[in-house]
């Protein structure tokens, strides 16, 4: 399925501002060529389709093969949304101002924690913001992951979007994804998972909310030398503070980790005390992790729907 080949480092940007180093400028991700077939409008107060986003979800057919458009009017929307694996190609779209937030508070456990799920491949979000508010409700309680959004499904690409909780808040879990212009935030492992995704020009904000002790940004969890898996951070801003930097339970096998940083600026771009583990990246590493064909060799992201 991911047809880009095998590389196997992981680029991780700690600090506050990364270059871009493939040239790339934002109208190649822009896609363009292929067509709707139908709109459904959400409304909250009644004058859409549907009132609620999975109802409008389920309308969808199973096995869907056409393009439909999800146009969700302004509002919290609190309700868990789930997309499941066949009900593919499918446009959620919200509208920035005001802002349009599928909201939940749920802390069970990592996999049904999940406010929002994205299981199907092929699928676009434009300007929704997905949050969890569990740890923001319960400071005095111990922290748990609570995820705002789980998304496992293939060529999937995120515009505009918004990620909001504290541990465990986006969870790129399998498949390869684009996020553009997207904010993230959380404390603790907040973008974890095994997906093959490019973030760019992305607002990174370490936000802990009275958490005690040290935040981690990124979990990145493939575990296969042959796993194309890697998050890449391109252009991105990160706010925050703290070391940021563990191996976790990897020990004496730190040469099997793959994090690197190239090209940052800014508060905290001084790479003279990182860990001694971090990864050289040369010119041709570089251009390959940072190119579009690193998640998109075969043009899916021109395929789908502006």
Known sequence: MRCCGSFFLFIYVLVIFCYGFGGVERGRYVAQSAPVGRIIVV????????????????????????????SVRPGIYREKVTITPDKQYIVLEGQSNPRTIISWESAIDTLTSATFSALADNFIAKWIHFENTYNYQNTKNAMKPAVAALISGDKSAFYYCGFYG???????????????????????????????SIYENCYIIVEARGVVGPGYVTAQGRNN?????AFVFKSCYLEGNGKGWHAWNYGNTVATISYSEQGCRGEGSDMSRRVAWEKKLNHSELTQLTSQSFIDCEGWLQQQPQ
């Open 43 to 70: 409304d909250k107060s009644g004058h859409g389709d549907f009132t609620t986003i999975q109802s409008a979800i389920n309308s969808v057919p199973s096995g869907n093969r056409q393009w439909i458009r999800i």
């Open 166 to 196: 504290v541990q465990d808040t986006l969870w790129d879990s399998a498949g390869r994804h684009f996020f553009y212009e997207c904010r993230i935030e959380g404390a603790v492992d907040f973008i974890f998972g095994a997906g093959q």
């Open 225 to 229: 030398p042959n796993d194309a898996s």
